[in-house]
């Protein structure tokens, strides 16, 4: 965990990010507010075969914090093998909340392995994202979208990879025309996923799911958007 971190702070020290610690509408007598930050998916979020601290939604509070942002750690709402309509049931009764600080939505991977149509996605994605937007107060600023990953990447889908690669580029194609429609962030992380195949170490010891090194890149993606980090500042 040291060494992601320290990761992380050498990449913050290489960027121009439009935040400084301490930034914001606070006033500097009183304590930092302290958000919340709910992440929405299926085992990319909870980070199957990784240890907990090594799970993207954590690196990237905890990269916040270094940043002078302080959000409180995540809830998460994921399980491995979700589909769309699964963490919608879920979340609706997990989540009652609307003031997160900070909303964020990965899914469709088992839309696409178990069969289901692009489609049958698009609705229930579209769905995903209002709920998302609404329990960020809504606020589509607060809110953002990762792509979904290429499993065909790994020990587990490359006999199958070209068909995998084009299936989750359809997904992917729907979730972005969506994202986009709501004015809503999104980071395409697919790209980096795609490395796996020739950089074993962004693999998880399970040869499907990404490892904490790969989770890492995912997340100094998100920091890449300086307007991104000034909204949720």
Known sequence: MTYLIALLVSFFACQEVSVQPGSGNQNPAEPPITKKFLALGDSYTIGQSVPEEYRWPNLLQDSLEVMGIDFKEPQIIATTGWRTDQLLRA??????ESDYGLVSL?????????GRSVEDYRPEFEELL?????RAGGDSSRVFVLSIPDYGCTPFGESRAEQIGRAVDQFNDANKEITENYGVAYFDITGISREGKYRPELVASDGLHPSGEQYILWVQEVLK???FISAIN
């Open 106 to 114: 990965l899914i469709g991977v088992n839309n696409q392995f178990q």
């Open 91 to 96: 979340a609706i009764t997990e989540a009652t």
């Open 130 to 134: 209002q709920f998302a937007i609404a």
């Open 225 to 227: 958007n300086p307007d």
